[in-house]
Structures are given as C-alpha cells and as structure tokens.
C-alpha cells in the first residue's frame, strides 16, 4: 500500500496542469499519476494541427521537470473506495491518498459495422499509426464532419494525400459554425481537392488485402488505404460512479472543482462544471479547459479555494483558414454574423435571450479580450449593437 498526499487519476492535459497547480502551492507534498496511456502527458492539439505542418514531434511532450512526482505508466484505477481512501490499479496495487482528482477524460466513439483497424484518432499512438499508413498509402476516408475530421482531412490534403470526408450533417462542423459558413467550408474543402459526401454515413467497413473498402448508406463504394474516424467523445465516469459519485453528463463537481465526496476532484473533459458567465452546467471538450481546470483543481488539493469561473475557448485551422472561440458555440442559439469578407474574415455572435454567449472570430486576431468582455457583461444586443463592434 502507497500513501501519497495527492493522487490524480489520468495522464493528460488536465492531470499534468494539476501536477503544476500543485506545486505551485505545495512543493513537497508527495504526487502519484496513474497514467492508463503508455505515454507520460502530452499536447493533444499538435497530433491534429501542427505536426501536420512544420512542428517537431518531440515538442508534443510536457515537461515535468523538477517536479518530484511518481508516476505510473500504463496503469488503470479500477476500484476506488472513498470511505477508505483508497484506490487499486489493474496489476493489483492500492494507494491511499489524501485528495484524488479524476482527470479520466473521454472514450471514443466507435461504429459497430467496421474493421477493427479504422483509426479513432485521439491518442499519440493513432498519430504514429496514421503517419506509418501514410508512407505507402495515398487516399484516405475520414468520417465525421467534426473537430478532428475538419482538421485531419484539411492536415492529409496539405500532406498530399487524395481524402474523402463521410459526416451525417450537411456540412463541415455543422453543430458550431452558422450554416452559411458551415456551406462554405463544403465548398472550400471540395476547392482543395477533397471529396465530400455529406449527409451519408458507413453502412460497413471492410479490409481487402491491404485495401480498406468503405460502404455508405447511400450506396458509395470506396477503396483507400487508411481510414480515420471522429466521431465525438464520451466521458470516463465508470469509477466515478462505481465511487457513488454524482454523474451527469460527466461528474458533477462544484466551483472549487469538488465532487460529490469533497476530498475527490474533477477536471478537464470529463467534468461537469457550472459556469456563472453563461449560467448553465457544461462540460466542456477543448483543451484550454482541460489546462485551466486542471491547474484550479491542483491549486485547490493543496488548500487554496479558487472557484473555475473561465469561459471555454477553442482555437482551430483549416487550411489557411483559423479561428478563435469564446463562450458557447451552440447553432441552436440566434445567430448574428458580421462578415468583413465573406467567410473569410468576420464575426460571429451567439446570443441567448439576447445577451450574447459565445463568440467566433474568425481569421479576426487579437480579439479576445474583446470577446470575453462582451460575454461577461451581460448586457442586451440586438444585431444593430453588434454590427461592426469587433473587427479586425
Ligand atoms: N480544435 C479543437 O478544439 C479540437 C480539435 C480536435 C478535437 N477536439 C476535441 O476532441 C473531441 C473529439 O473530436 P471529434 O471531432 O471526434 O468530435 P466532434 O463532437 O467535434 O464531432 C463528432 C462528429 O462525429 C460525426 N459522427 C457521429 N456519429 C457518426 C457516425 N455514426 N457516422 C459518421 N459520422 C458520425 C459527426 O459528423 C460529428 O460532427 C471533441 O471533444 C473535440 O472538442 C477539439
């Protein structure tokens, strides 16, 4: 049995911001990360971005120097007992703590109907293997019209390769950007060599030879040499649960990022927080959630009491196109657009109850204070008061 100070379960982004919220306050409380990946914590964002382009592999990894922690590699908590304190690991051994964070993350999705060597791309691993396909391979098929398939099939077209995006929605990121953009980005993908077949999905998946043949429901039939899916993310709450913690879409914590049980915290994806700004319970995906939640719930083990009052932000690029976001981004929301040329520089506002909740600034820069200043205060709009308020 190993007594440690702080345990954090999960090797991510949002553990390894812990680590450093930590010892940002205790420099000497002992830490123990129990880690399922094969891999210390990493960057997520380069393995879909960047390293597609001109970045070095080896800039993926973060650093924990000088940091003392223990940590253990390609181990899993399967039993916590919050009574006891104490968690076990999948090899058999228990470690006790004072505070635990939960930093579990998500699962992907995955189809029923397919070859077991379709690359649900999250994990460096599935970086390395869609890089290995890509020596020899020349066309690919990505499904799902989402973050990762927008930025794989955009990251394969700049590497050369022939891709046909398959997504159930009419257009790329259909469930963020308004539909006039969402069209365009259709168009804009099909201008870069990339086919497209929207509102279709797999019917089935299956290897020949060395070939991956890809049937829609629609009737395509596909042949390519690698096939790479996005198909969204569900929260890891099995131990949370199992703990009797309180889940709902995600485990619920509080604005100190405690759980139901205050000795056990949440944070990053699989944290379901209040956000006094937008006044609602979310859960959010992106990686400056997992960073700065991560780093609060660190801060407050060691004693502090911070409440998470951040707004989500998100950042993505598209070829030659990038944005920002702000706030919540939901197209169920009304939706004001301010384009200073059409879908290539612009604003676009999401309001609820006429205040606005989420702001995308697209190839607009330096904005954000901007944008986070009118999500915070809160006041009424109507598009005649938003028009022209932030350009570029
Ligand atoms: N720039 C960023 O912030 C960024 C980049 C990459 C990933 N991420 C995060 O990583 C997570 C995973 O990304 P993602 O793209 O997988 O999720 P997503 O939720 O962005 O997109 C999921 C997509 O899956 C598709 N889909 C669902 N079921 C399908 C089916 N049966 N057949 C075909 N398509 C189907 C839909 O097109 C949907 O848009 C998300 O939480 C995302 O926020 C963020």
Redesign the pocket.
């Known amino acids: 049995m190993k007594h440690h100070k702080y345990l954090i379960v999960g090797g991510g982004m949002a553990a390894d911001s812990a680590i450093h919220g930590i010892r940002k306050i205790d420099p000497s409380g002992a830490i123990a990360v129990i880690c399922e990946e094969l891999h210390p914590p990493y960057d ?2 380069p393995l ?2 960047s390293l597609w382009k001109d970045a070095q592999f080896e800039s993926i990894w973060r650093s924990q120097h000088n940091l003392d922690i223990a940590i253990h590699i390609g181990k899993k908590i399967v039993n916590l007992d919050p009574a006891r304190k104490t968690a076990t690991d999948n090899a058999g051994n228990s470690y006790t703590y004072e505070k635990l964070l939960l930093a579990t993350g ?1 699962s ?2 995955r ?1 029923s109907n397919a070859d077991e060597n379709v690359i ?3 994990t460096v691993d599935d970086y390395r293997n869609l890089r290995q396909l890509c020596e020899h391979g020349s066309d690919f098929v990505v ?9 794989i099939a955009a990251a394969l077209a700049m590497n050369n390769k022939r891709v046909t995006m ?4 009419s257009g790329i ?4 950007y308004p539909r006039p953009l969402s069209e365009y980005l259709n168009s804009y993908y099909q201008e870069k060599g990339i086919t497209l077949h929207a509102a279709d ?2 019917r089935s998946i299956q290897r020949s030879g060395k070939k991956f043949v890809v049937t829609t429901e629609n009737g395509k039939v596909i042949s390519v040499d690698g096939v790479v ?5 569900q929260p890891n709450t099995d131990l949370a649960a199992q703990a009797g913690l309180e889940i709902d879409n995600g485990i619920v914590v509080d604005e100190l990022l405690r759980t139901s049980n205050p000795d056990i915290f949440a944070a990053g ?1 699989v944290a379901n927080f209040y956000s006094r700004l937008l006044e609602k319970r979310m859960r ?5 959630n997992a960073n700065t939640m991560g780093e609060i719930a660190g801060m407050n083990m060691a004693g502090q009491k911070h409440p998470y009052h951040h707004q989500p932000f ?3 690029d598209l070829f030659d196109l990038g944005y920002e976001a702000i706030g919540e981004l939901d197209t169920n929301l009304e939706i004001v657009e301010d384009w200073q040329e059409p879908f290539r520089t612009g604003v676009v506002y999401y309001l609820r109850e006429r205040r606005v909740r989420g702001v995308l600034l697209w190839n607009t820069w330096n904005k954000l204070e901007a944008a986070t200043e009118l999500i915070a205060e809160k006041n009424e709009h109507t598009p005649a008061t938003l028009l022209g308020r932030i350009r570029n």
Request: hydrophobic share 35%.
């Open positions: 997520r964002p879909s971005k998500g992907v999705r189809l649900y791309f999250r499904i799902g019209g989402g973050f990762i398939g927008s930025e398959l997504f159930p929605e990121g259909a469930r963020v999905t797999v899916a996005g198909l969204g993310i994806d959010v995906e992106h990686e400056d998100f950042y993505s």
